[in-house]
Nanobody, 123 residues
């Protein structure tokens, strides 16, 4: 059975950091691009950042450039999202999703989705 599971969310103060992890089971991530999306209450889902199966990184949200980075560890079958200098406007449920090889900006293009992890940035 195919699963993507996010972990690492939580409550953090503005300016703090969190590291989210997306772990796959039932399939290997080697041939998949992994995108991170987020959805804040009352807002549409927003693409954040993606890494292709070849290691190319694409920022979907300009607001996170310079603060968020993405990395993959194929030995662990996981992809991490490192979030630094967090702001209250980063508060959202964060989802990881998988699509073959190339990053897609459009969420419905992704084949597999995790259940999401809550990130709250507040003092």
């Amino acid at each position: 059975q195919v699963h993507l599971v996010e972990s690492g969310g939580g409550l953090v103060q503005p300016g703090g950091s969190l590291r989210l992890s997306c772990a796959a089971s039932g399939f290997t991530l080697d041939n998949y691009a992994i995108g991170w999306f987020r959805q804040a209450p009352g807002k549409e889902q927003e693409g954040v950042l993606c890494i292709s199966s070849f290691g190319a990184r694409i920022y979907f949200a300009g607001s996170v450039q310079g603060r968020f980075t993405i990395s993959r560890d194929n030995t662990k079958n996981s992809v991490d999202l490192q979030m630094n200098s967090l702001k209250p406007e980063d508060t959202a449920v964060y989802y990881c999703a998988a699509v073959r090889d190339y990053c897609e900006r459009w969420g419905p293009s992704y084949t597999y989705w995790g259940q999401g992890t809550q990130v709250t940035v507040s003092s």
